[in-house]
RNA sequence: GCCGGCAUAGCUCAGCUGGUAGAGCGCGUGAUUUGUAAUCACGAUGUCGGGGGUUCGAGUCCCUCUGCCGGCACCA
């Protein structure tokens, strides 16, 4: 027989017969570590402890302490112990397939009836049932016309669609956990019983498309989180506890931010405490663009249809914008909306995006050569209609206002717009509390536009920049737009999760399509580019990320109420009114509550308000002219004069840029 | 848009198999002058999301519309 040679972690090597497998390896070294193994990595590759080893490689092998391939393999054999129950209790139940997806797995089945909360408890019952039972796990390798006979006898059809989609070179591997079968990829565990019985929980039923196509069979997909212990499980349990309670939705409500009412859906009323936050930010923005060396503008939001035709949106978005018709031939005596007259009507749509206007403007006067980059800025308020499924408080809204930007520019000023970006994004980030971001870098596609050299040009000039600024990024190959590549920037919050904020497009389509042009050194005529650049995204979404991410105790400079001044005594009102007036004078946003009730009553409430400094005011204070100041979350308080304690506020107040 | 769930007082929620609506907080009034996360007493809460149907009778059952929630699809 054939011998292999296997290296080791620590670098040795020992030879094996061919076809040798993790296990026999395992077993060779000690029985012990035969006991522990769970699987291996096999030059890099997952390894099922059973799949045979045909030639030379480096080997390692998995125990339960290995973090990642122990969660992989629970995960996965969960998501087959999940789909043998469902199958156990409801024989009819067609089994599709169930990934290892975040923090457990996911197994879409197709079923008539509509999955309950109660029967999850059944399946989890079920599934321990299975996990004690140790049922052994076997694997084959099987021709393909075998296994689509097999699965079409068993009337598996999804079954048979998968093997359809497998490459032909990919060996067909067949799955059993105890009597019931699967087909999987692997690599699986070797018995049931090795799945902490203990450490999972099935979370919800959902809805999910076959292969994730609108036009496929719509399936019913439960998902379960699993974890190597039960402590892990409780910890995953209570973050997802405590994710909830930042909600911005629940904390919008509770901080009397803003709110939304079905007569609008996805359009934010703003309270005037959401209200602060919002032009407390757009201020802020309004300097960090002005220092940017951007030019605001405005532009209409009721647009003829014509301009959308010319720049292409009206065939490609026209189901997602919002349509105004306007009967130009009323009079005021028959201004019935139903009965239009149709030769006289004026479609026009609120505008979903701002760059056909930018261009608009960029088009007025002959531009030069030497008028650019001309950077125009605007806080344009769109409007989609985005499907009512995809609505979410005020992270996905139909009625936005985007920091938007178009840079008109020559294709030699792109990299130094692009690294100019990066740089000024960053500032804006770390300023909002945001130190570290993440680039995606998404390149040409398949079907595109432009010559070759065009995108080498420009894809090089972006990585360029990106490689100026000293940062990294991680490339999205053939994810760009059809005209040319872009970046994307994400941000990481306060508990982990990763938001697309920032983004920075290049695109020579839009001036080609709308004629915007500029006179060059040469005398003649130019197309410019057009560098499409947002920094916040929305600040719909962004404030909601705020929110979330600071679990609605904002930044002080952010914070809507960021002192209320307190009595204790009523006869403490005067003096409380003073240092409200001192506050306010300045620019600290302080109120005052003199209010008949008890000073906890007054700290617990302003606290749960999540107000970041209260000042107690009682006799002594009154007396001494000081303030008892105590901060959001502290139970110490500290004694400060009056003076002391505008001077430490307003230096809070002020937003990071004028610092 | 699709699948499933939900919609009761300003908020959070109770209301069993149909028999003419309830709690806590908040709100109002009064008392209390209070020292860092809920002072006490009294009082009013409402077309049970809209429309239609079944029934002697519907918050409760059925249909439908709207919105919200969880996913999927979408996100210029």
């Known amino acids: 027989m ?92 067609k089994v599709t397939i169930g990934p290892v997806r975040d923090h457990g797995w996911f197994y879409d089945f197709d079923r008539a009836e509509p999955f309950t909360p109660e029967d999850l ?114 910890a995953h349990l209570t973050m997802l506890e405590e994710a909830a309670a930042r909600d911005h939705r629940k904390l919008g409500r509770e901080m009397d931010l803003f709110h939304m009412q079905e007569e609008a859906p996805g359009q934010v009323f703003w309270h005037p405490n959401g209200w602060t936050i919002y032009t407390t930010l757009q201020d802020y923005m309004r300097r960090k663009q002005r220092a940017g060396g951007y030019r605001e503008i405005n532009t209409p939001q009721v647009v003829d249809r014509k301009l959308w035709e010319a720049s292409g949106h009206w065939e490609k978005y026209q189901h997602h914008m919002f349509i105004v018709e306007v009967d130009e031939s009323r009079d005021g005596e028959n201004d019935d909306a139903a009965v239009r007259d149709k030769a006289q009507t004026r479609i026009n749509a609120l505008k979903p995006m701002n760059c056909p206007c930018h261009v608009q403007v960029y088009k007025q006067g002959l531009k030069s050569y030497r008028d ?41 000023q792109i990299e130094s717009e692009c690294a100019r970006f990066i740089e000024y994004l960053a500032n804006v980030y770390a300023e909002l509390g945001f130190p570290t971001f993440e680039i995606k870098f998404a390149t040409r596609p398949e079907k595109r536009v432009g010559t070759e050299e065009s995108w080498d040009y420009v894809e090089n000039a972006l990585e360029q920049a990106i490689r100026k600024t000293g940062r990294t990024y991680t490339l999205e190959a053939g994810d760009g737009a059809f005209y040319g590549p872009k970046l994307d920037f994400y941000l990481t919050d306060a508990i982990g999760r990763v938001w697309q904020c920032g983004t920075f ?97 007054k700290v617990r409430e302003h606290s749960l308000g999540k107000v970041p400094a209260i000042l107690a005011i009682g006799a002594r204070e009154v007396e001494e002219r000081t303030v008892s100041l105590r901060r959001l979350g502290e139970k110490q308080s500290r004694l400060l004069s009056l003076d002391e304690v505008v001077a430490e506020l307003a230096a809070e107040a002020c937003p990071p840029d004028m610092r």
């Not at 979404?541 to 914070?559: H, K, Q, T, V």
């Open 121 to 234: 408890g059944r399946i989890e019952a079920k599934m321990r049932d299975i996990i004690n039972a140790r049922d052994p796990v076997k694997t084959e390798i099987w021709e393909r016309d075998r296994a689509v006979a097999y699965y079409e006898e068993r009337g598996e059809p999804f079954k048979v669609e998968l093997i359809d989609r497998i490459p032909g070179d990919e060996p067909l591997r067949m799955y059993w956990h105890g009597p019931w079968q699967d087909l999987c990829r692997g690599p699986h565990l070797q018995h049931t019983g090795q799945v902490p019985a203990d450490a999972f929980k099935l979370m919800n039923v959902a809805g999910a498309y076959w292969l994730g196509d609108s036009s496929r069979p719509m399936l019913q997909r439960i998902y379960g989180v699993a974890f190597r212990n039960r402590n892990d499980l409780k």
């Open 505 to 601: 497009q290049v695109d020579p389509n839009l001036p080609e399509r709308l004629d915007a042009e500029y006179v060059g050194a040469d005398g003649d005529r130019h197309r410019p580019f057009m560098l499409h650049r947002a920094c916040l995204g929305s600040f719909e979404r962004f404030i909601g990320i705020l929110i979330e991410d600071s679990a609605g105790r904002l930044p002080f400079w952010l914070a809507p109420r960021q002192v209320v001044v307190a009595s204790i005594v009523s006869d403490a009102n005067d003096y409380v009114a003073e240092v409200v007036a001192a506050l306010n004078a300045k620019g600290v946003r302080a109120e005052a509550d003199t209010r008949n009730e008890k000073i906890n009553y």
């Open 2 to 93: 054939a011998q292999i040679s296997l290296t080791f972690p620590d670098g040795n090597s020992r030879s094996f017969d061919a076809g040798v497998t993790p296990a026999e390896v395992a077993a060779s070294i000690s029985s012990s570590l035969a006991k522990k193994a769970i699987s291996a990595q096999v030059d890099g590759r997952h390894w099922d402890l059973a799949w045979p080893i045909e030639q030379d490689a480096a080997i390692a092998i998995n125990t339960m302490a290995d973090d990642a391939p122990a969660l992989e393999l629970i995960r996965h054999d969960l998501a087959h112990i999940m789909a043998r129950a469902v199958q156990e209790i409801w024989p009819e139940v």
């Open 372 to 412: 650019l980059p001309l950077r125009l800025a605007e806080f344009g308020s769109c409007a989609r209609y985005e499907p009512s499924g995809a609505l979410h408080g005020i992270m996905r809204v139909r009625g936005f206002t985007q920091d938007d930007a178009h840079i008109f520019c020559t294709e030699e």
